[in-house]
């Protein structure tokens, strides 16, 4: 396929190169300059505008921040091709695309990533295995359209989960947003004594990792999803609350066990294992279906797609 990727950061460098190595005629952009000659000295074919970028492609990836957006959607102005983006909250990027007329936008968001940044980042095996969102509106994507992004995604060897903007909203905001945030508070405490810093040492580096991504991108994602971010973190506040009020009761070692011992046992059964694979024709309400169910398409035929459903246990719900 002729394809464009926007914005040649971790994600989108990374991609870039996937789909070069994948037999894609792949073309790139990023505003950088710097960037440019690096993926250029990488052997990428990368353009010095947007418009240069996705002239002739029949997808464009957008992998530029969420402030940076409307300005693209406006260059992208007639587009014919298939839009879609990388971006990590997806309900004010739906919104976007709907006022800026865009013809044929699918949400998009890649599992994937580490604290590091920049196209001196960029690995182009860095979606295998990874859960790729791809957004499925009931009255809004176009299920070809869909079709065409999950075939490509899913032969990079990711997993497509199909759902809507919001029900992703809500999820990451508990899985990923909040997590940054929390990774942040932790890493602060660094600040505190030089004894800290001496003794910080698996459990500081694995709760703080994420607090190195750049502060822009920390900052665009959980402000982008603001309301769901409070939402969930106001949870997060309420359950730590509980656990200093256990603290303070006459026993506070058997006071802590039944939650720690419930924590315990749903991070060791994470990630959910595979369950058996099957397969269905692609119709939007069985797709759905699917992702809330935790479940993945693993490849694309036509208007058929191959499925996992991840196994049942008693902590699924």
Request: aromatic share 4%; net charge negative.
């Amino acid at each position: 396929m002729r394809i464009a990727v926007i914005g040649l950061g971790l994600i989108g460098g990374s991609l870039l190169r996937a789909l070069t190595a994948a037999g894609h005629e792949v073309t790139g952009f990023d505003a950088d300059p710097a960037t440019r000659e690096l993926a250029r000295a990488a052997g990428c074919r990368v353009l010095d505008s947007t418009t240069a970028a996705v002239a002739g492609t029949e997808v464009t990836v957008l992998a530029v921040p969420l402030p940076v957006l409307p300005r693209i959607f406006e260059d992208l102005a007639g587009y014919d091709g298939v839009l879609t983006d990388v971006t990590s909250v997806k309900g004010p990027v739906q919104d976007l695309a709907e006022k800026y007329g865009v013809r044929r936008f699918v949400g998009g968001h890649p599992m994937a990533g580490t604290e590091a940044s920049g196209f001196a980042a960029a690995d182009p095996k860095l979606f295998g295995g990874c859960i790729w969102v791809l957004c499925l509106e009931p009255h809004g994507t176009g299920l070809d359209d869909w079709l065409t992004l999950a075939r490509l995604y899913t032969a990079l060897g990711t997993r497509v989960l199909p759902i809507t903007a919001v029900e992703h909203d809500n999820a990451v905001a508990s899985i990923s947003h909040v997590p940054h945030l929390l990774a942040a508070t932790l890493a602060t405490k660094l600040l505190e004594s030089p004894l800290n810093k001496a003794l910080a040492a698996g459990s500081f580096r694995d709760g703080s990792r994420v607090a190195a991504t750049r502060p822009e991108l920390t900052a665009a994602m959980c402000g982008g999803n603001a309301n769901e971010v409070i939402r969930e973190l106001t949870h997060v506040i309420d359950d730590l609350v509980r656990l200093r009020e256990r603290l303070e009761l006459s026993d506070p070692v058997h006071a802590q066990l039944d939650y720690l011992r419930r924590a315990s046992e749903l991070r060791r059964a994470w990630p959910p294992v595979p369950g058996a694979a099957g397969r269905l024709t692609a119709d939007v309400q069985a797709l759905l279906a699917l992702g809330r169910s935790g479940g993945w398409v693993t490849s694309v035929d036509g208007h058929e797609v191959a499925t996992i459903r991840p196994e049942t246990d008693r902590y699924s719900s």
